[in-house]
């Protein structure tokens, strides 16, 4: 099993910035993938960003040259910056951990931009 917990969210005006964090813990064999995942209200979830063991860096259109996504290995954690908030923007973010046996999910942290 693998836990992530997630921090960071919270409320801001549009324009302003937030971090998120994700960090791992449990049986971490391997990572397949990690990354942001978001849902709004009445929405489908959707892909923010996502590192993936083949090196390839994923995010979606609506966020690039806004947010970036890194990670401390050492530490089994990523993060996203999110700069430029706009009140789309707004919804739960879900942190995502691909392992050798499964897929995980955290628990959610709610973003809100005041426009």
């Known amino acids: 099993q693998v836990q992530l917990v997630e921090s960071g969210g919270g409320l801001v005006q549009a324009g302003g910035s937030l971090r998120l964090s994700c960090a791992a813990s449990?049986?971490?064999?391997?990572?397949?993938?990690m990354g942001w995942f978001r849902q709004a209200p009445g929405k489908q979830r959707e892909l923010v960003a996502l590192?993936?063991?083949?090196?390839?860096?994923d995010y979606a259109d609506s966020v690039k040259g806004r947010f970036i996504i890194s990670r401390d290995n050492a530490k089994n954690t990523v993060y996203l910056q999110m700069n430029s908030l706009k009140a789309e923007d707004t919804a739960v973010y879900y942190c995502?951990?691909?392992?050798?046996?499964?897929?995980?999910w955290g628990q959610g942290t709610q973003v809100t931009v005041s426009s």
């Open positions: 995502y951990f691909v392992g050798y046996d499964n897929n995980y």
């Open positions: 449990g049986s971490i064999f391997s990572m397949n993938a």
């Open positions: 590192f993936r063991s083949a090196g390839r860096t």
